[in-house]
């Protein structure tokens, strides 16, 4: 069955420091996403990407972060000078066309700022 | 937006009975709602889903169902064994504009499946 990949699983990095978030979603999707959860919390939605541009994006999603499809298969999240606050885990996602269709998680990069 | 309220947030049941999980949501525009099964340090994995042209739906152990006049959906997991002990999450998903198709998430639901 076709999967989300993400990369890494687990990142530290120094307060203020920049950090990329690596996903390859499932070849044939059109549709990429960010989420994030914080330990304990519910997952909520950061941006959605479509036809190479943000199509949304939420309160949380301000400009400490930014996403990027550099080539036909990465989708990275960047977080410029991290916080502590942004120590959660990210999860990446895609779906092959509208209302949910073949929307597919990956299995998270947890990021702990120290 | 779209806010989506989740019930209990957690439960204990005993295995082989069965574990119901509540959801209400708000916007009348949301179309899709899946279900989500988080085991610890995972991602969430969908296990059953359905959508608003349809009232009921099942998958062996597991069922949803819902009712879009009164807005809210429920997760039915009947003869629970202890691999089903896990965070639960519903979701709500808002079509918008076009490719702008975010879920809205439910708090959690902790089952635990007692032996």
């Known amino acids: 069955e076709p999967e989300v990949t993400q990369t890494p699983s687990h990142q530290v990095t120094q307060m203020g420091q920049e950090v990329i978030l690596r996903c390859v979603p499932i070849?044939?999707?059109?549709?990429f996403y960010w989420y994030r959860q914080i330990l304990g919390q519910k997952v909520e939605f950061l941006v959605s990407?479509?036809?190479?541009?943000?199509?949304?994006k939420s309160e949380i999603f301000d400009d400490q972060f930014s996403v990027e499809r550099p080539d036909g298969s990465n989708f990275t999240l960047k977080i410029r000078s991290t916080k502590l606050e942004d120590s959660a885990m990210y999860f990446c996602?895609?779906?092959?066309?509208?209302?949910?269709?073949?929307?597919?998680f990956g299995s998270g990069t947890r990021l702990t700022v120290v | 937006g779209e806010n989506v309220e989740q019930h209990p947030s957690t439960l204990s049941v005993q295995e082989g009975d069965s574990a119901v999980i509540k959801c209400t949501y708000s916007?009348?525009?949301?179309?899709?709602f899946p279900w989500y099964k988080q085991e610890l340090g995972k991602g969430p994995q969908l296990i059953i889903d359905?959508?608003?042209?349809?009232g009921e739906k099942k998958d062996q152990r597991i069922a949803v169902t819902l009712n879009k006049t009164a807005k809210h959906f429920s997760l039915h997991i009947t003869e629970t064994q202890p691999e089903d002990s896990a965070v639960y999450f519903c979701?709500?998903?808002?079509?918008?504009?076009?490719?702008?198709?975010?879920?809205?998430f439910g708090t959690g639901t902790r089952l635990t499946i007692i032996p």
């Open positions: 996602a895609s779906s092959r066309r509208g209302e949910g269709y073949g929307y597919t």
């Open positions: 070849s044939n999707h059109l549709y």
């Open positions: 990407f479509y036809n190479n541009e943000i199509s949304e």
């Open positions: 916007d009348s525009a949301s179309n899709y």
């Open positions: 359905i959508r608003s042209n349809v």
């Open positions: 979701a709500a998903l808002n079509p918008g504009d076009f490719g702008n198709e975010k879920l809205t």
